[in-house]
Each structure stands twice: as structure tokens, then as C-alpha cells.
């Protein structure tokens, strides 16, 4: 390995910035060229690509979103596209390449490391709906950021005595809205992998714990299981209790990343590095049963992970 690339794909996460620093001095302290491509695959395919010295990541650990920038792209969806990638890969003296990103991402890495360029991945999303590992990078500043705005609609709630539902991202995976669900101590947490739409029985628990003398009634929704400002109005309609919705939405993906964001994206970055220094590819680092490993890039997309039910029970026997 001469020359490694480092991308960022998909959804921003805060902590990216501290894997690409990582990326980039580990490369460097080994004598490795660093290259940035800007925008994702986006980027590599328009040839948007620098080059990285040590100083081309100071200041940036504790910033969130990601300096490279990220972007989606159709056309790496594609052979031609992919073969493109790998051709302007081979043009730049880039035998390597970190792709810090999630599951639709590393079906990209796949696919370059297919054509002869050796690649990497790192789970980069707030969502941590990747299978193969207990840690995505973002999702502990993601949650921390959630945990804080669902205090303070807490407080006004309380004053008011209404009913919030509260809106946290994650599409397919509930995890940043079961783990505001303990913190928080919400009334109600729906996941898109448990919620069966059954409104009415959230409805009589609002009025049941009204009549126990409850001030608040905070329910927490994945964004995934529907429309909360419709949901607020039904529940109004059906309570007489004055209920309101706010939707956290991109808050989630900003700000400073935590320190277990900084130190675990830090150790996966240098990790990547240390896979194409060894010579491996189609690789994803991961971080498992406390053990920082790495997992062949078809199997890690093959894995299955799904909230833990004993987790979601425990969480809703608190408020009750
Ligand atoms: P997030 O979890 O934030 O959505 P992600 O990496 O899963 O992150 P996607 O939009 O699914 O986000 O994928 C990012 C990019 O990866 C796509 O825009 C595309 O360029 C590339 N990609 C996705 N799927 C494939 C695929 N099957 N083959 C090649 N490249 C792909």
C-alpha cells in the first residue's frame, strides 16, 4: 500500500471527523500517502480529490459533521460506475481506500474491493443499525443530544400538563428512541420494529395515568413508525388532554461529538489503516462483545440485529 483514499458516505455522524484524522495520521506515521475524497463516492467519481498532510485534520476532532463532506450517489449504484470509481482509484495511486459510512456504503466498498482496490470500512451512523457491531460512530452524541431536548420539552410539558410526543430519528432502527426511552423516562416509546399501531391502547394509557396523577405524558416515537403531528392531534381529539409534537429531526446529526464518539472513531480509523497495512481488504472494523474486530464485508451485510426485547421490557416496566 502506497496511497490510501478516506471517504465519508451516507448520512453524516458526528465523531467522522475523528476517524478521518485517525485515517490520516496513522497513514502518515507508517509513511502512506493520505488521500481525501470529497462528497463520497460522489466525489471520487468527479475526481474531487486532495491531498492530506497531518495538518489537513488539526482542529478538527471535536467538530461535528464530517470535513470531506458526504453525498449519495446513483451512478456507484451502477458497474460502470463502480468500474469508473476503481479506474479513477488506479489514476490517483490510490491501492487503498477507508469508506467511514453505513450498510449501503460498505455495498459500495464491496464492490471497489472487488475491482482490485483494496477497501475498508468504518460504521459511521446515529442510527447504530449496523448488524456486525455494538458501536456506530455518532449515535452516543446523537443520543446524548436527544437525551437533552427531551428534558427540556419535559419541563414545559410538566408546567403545562400535556401530553408530548417527541420525535427522534431512526427510520428502520429504534435505538436512539429506546435508549431516550430509559433516559428520559418516557411514558411511551414506539420503535418501528415493535409498534403495531395500536393507538387506542396508547390512548387509555394516557388517561389511566392522568387519573393516577400523572403531569405529563411523554411519548417517544421513532421517526420510522409515522406522522407525529397527526398523531398529537388524534390524541388531543380523543383525551381532551392538550398534546403536542416536536420533531427533534437534524439536531441529532450535529454538534460536538462526545468523548466516546472521539476515542472509539479515533481507534477504528488507525484500525482501518492497520487492516490495508496488513494487507487485508473487503474488511469492515467493528466493535464487538468489547473487542475492537473486523468482519469480511458480505458477511457483515448478511448479519441480522434487532432491539433487545429483554431491554424494551425493562425499559417500559420503569414508568409504570
Ligand atoms: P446511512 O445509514 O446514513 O443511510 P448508508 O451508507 O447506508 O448510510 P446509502 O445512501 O444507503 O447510505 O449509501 C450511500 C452511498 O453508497 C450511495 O449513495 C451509493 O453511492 C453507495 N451505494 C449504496 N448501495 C450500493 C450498492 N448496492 N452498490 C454500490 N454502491 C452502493
Request: proline share 1%; with cysteine; charged share 25%.
Amino acid at each position: 500500500i502506497k496511497t490510501i483514499g478516506v471517504l465519508t458516505s451516507g448520512g453524516d455522524a458526528p465523531g467522522m471527523n475523528a476517524a478521518i484524522r485517525a485515517v490520516v495520521r496513522t497513514a502518515i506515521h507508517n509513511g502512506i500517502n493520505v488521500k481525501g475524497i470529497m462528497r463520497g463516492y460522489a466525489g471520487l467519481l468527479q475526481e474531487e480529490i486532495v491531498d492530506m498532510e497531518s495538518t489537513s485534520v488539526s482542529e478538527i476532532i471535536h467538530r461535528g459533521g464530517t470535513i470531506l463532506y458526504t453525498a449519495r450517489c446513483q451512478e456507484f449504484t451502477t458497474a460502470e460506475g463502480q468500474k469508473k470509481g476503481a479506474e479513477i482509484c488506479n489514476k490517483y495511486g490510490i491501492d487503498g481506500v477507508v469508506v467511514i459510512g453505513g450498510d449501503g456504503s460498505f455495498q459500495g466498498a464491496g464492490k471497489l474491493s472487488a475491482l482490485g482496490i483494496n477497501t475498508i470500512g468504518i460504521p459511521g451512523t446515529i442510527d447504530l443499525d449496523i448488524a456486525c457491531t455494538d458501536y456506530t460512530i455518532g449515535f452516543d452524541t446523537a443520543v446524548n443530544t436527544a437525551m437533552d431536548a427531551i428534558d427540556k420539552v419535559r419541563d414545559t410539558s410538566t408546567s403545562h400538563e400535556r401530553c408530548s410526543i417527541i420525535e427522534v430519528m431512526g427510520r428502520n432502527a429504534g435505538y436512539i428512541a429506546l435508549w431516550c426511552g430509559f433516559a428520559n423516562g418516557a411514558e411511551d416509546v414506539l420503535l418501528p420494529e415493535r409498534y403495531d399501531g395500536n393507538e387506542q391502547a396508547l390512548i387509555d394509557r394516557i388517561i389511566e395515568n392522568r387519573k393516577r396523577g400523572k403531569k405529563h405524558h411523554i411519548i417517544i416515537n421513532a421517526e420510522g413508525i409515522g406522522h407525529s403531528v397527526s398523531m398529537a392531534k388524534r390524541i388531543e381529539a380523543a383525551t381532551g388532554i392538550e398534546t403536542r409534537a416536536t420533531i427533534l429531526g437534524y439536531m441529532q446529526r450535529g454538534g460536538a461529538p462526545t468523548c466516546k464518539d472521539r476515542v472509539y472513531a479515533s481507534i477504528m480509523g488507525a484500525k482501518a489503516v492497520e487492516l490495508l497495512l496488513a494487507g487485508k481488504s473487503n474488511r469492515l472494523v467493528a466493535y464487538k462483545n468489547g473487542e475492537f474486530v473486523d468482519f469480511d464485508i458480505q458477511e457483515a451485510l448478511a448479519m441480522k440485529k434487532d432491539i433487545s426485547e429483554d431491554q424494551f421490557r425493562i425499559c417500559k416496566l420503569l414508568v409504570r
